[in-house]
């Protein structure tokens, strides 16, 4: 029944991140996220009408470099900020305005380091939002370990991949805190970011994620958890167009600002380095997060 009420945009932009490859259930929804969409449907019509891990291990060398890469970022000046109303991303003052923000989430699963190296080799940003429960093993913390390295932006996406608006606030506030103390012992520095699973907000989370000195975003637009996007060719056209005709979204979701949300998955993988490619071709510059406001 609830298909009757939600609209097909509303359903591309909030079923999120799912745990699995399927899509999420519609109902997986949060007031705020519906608010949000709502917003970014109305703008639609408008526009028609008109290191713990190998720390015993590192060198001193490497121990240097991650140094010096760490304030590298701390001197970054802010340039945007994260609009709460539609989750894109804004200029502060002058700064180019035509940016798209990459952000891969769910990680790291089974592809992130790959998708990490694909980005790499086009020196495209993007941030990685990581779950606790991809970082039981060594190996796994290892992974993720490698990413930072790389350079990209780690952000928090619950220890559990927990659905927030369904538990208690002491459960909340473990699934970010555990993680934020995990990722914390991995890489050596705390995440900046914050994106809830299925963008179900709280406002007891919102204040949190603040106090924690962390950005929070949902995303303006995805394409890859859906069926018949899971599939390289058509992911790549659907991100670089930002349409999803087989998801009912005819019209273009891609412009300045667009916060593009991706998963470790094995056809995003694929499709990657064309989308950055893509999206470069039509004039939008890949954001460094780096250049994002943080509280
Ligand atoms: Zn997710």
């Not at 079923?15 to 999420?24: M, R």
């Not at 927030?164 to 520095?189: A, F, H, M, W």
């Not at 349409?243 to 412009?255: A, F, R």
Request: glycine share 6%; hydrophobic share 35%; charged share 35%.
């Amino acid at each position: 029944m609830k298909k009757l009420i939600f609209c097909s945009c509303l359903f591309l932009l909030a079923a999120g991140c799912s745990d699995n490859q399927s899509s999420e259930p519609v109902g997986n929804t949060a007031d705020q996220e519906e608010e949000a969409v709502n917003e970014v449907s109305a703008a639609e019509k408008e526009n028609k009408e008109k290191e713990s891990v190998s720390d015993e291990e590192a060198t001193d060398d490497n121990e240097k470099e991650d140094e010096e890469a760490i304030q590298e970022e701390e001197i970054k000046e802010p340039l945007y900020t994260i609009n709460e109303e539609n989750w894109s991303v804004q200029p502060i003052s002058d700064a180019n305005e035509k940016v798209v923000l990459l952000t891969i989430d769910d990680a790291p699963d089974k592809h992130a380091v790959d998708m990490a190296k694909t980005l790499k080799s086009h020196d495209a940003d993007a941030i990685f939002f990581v779950n606790g429960h991809f970082l039981d093993t060594e190996e796994e913390r290892q992974k993720l370990k490698e990413i930072h390295d790389m350079g990209f932006a780690i952000g928090n996406h619950t220890y559990n991949h927990q659905k927030l608006d369904d538990v208690s606030e002491e459960k909340q506030r473990e699934e970010i805190l555990k993680l934020n103390d995990l990722i914390t012992d991995i890489i050596g520095e705390k995440p900046k970011f914050f994106r809830a699973p299925h963008g179900a907000n709280t406002d007891f989370v919102k204040n949190l994620v603040k106090e924690e000195g962390m950005t929070l975003m949902n995303w303006t637009y995805g394409y890859d958890y859906f069926k018949p996007y899971m599939d390289a060719e058509k992911l790549k056209t659907a991100m670089i167009t930002g349409e999803g005709p087989e998801v009912d979204v005819p019209y273009s979701l891609l412009k300045s600002g667009a916060n593009l949300l991706m998963h470790d998955r094995e056809w995003t993988n694929e499709a990657l380095g064309d989308i950055v490619k893509g999206l470069r071709e039509k004039g939008y510059e890949i954001l460094d997060p780096g250049l994002i406001k943080t509280p």
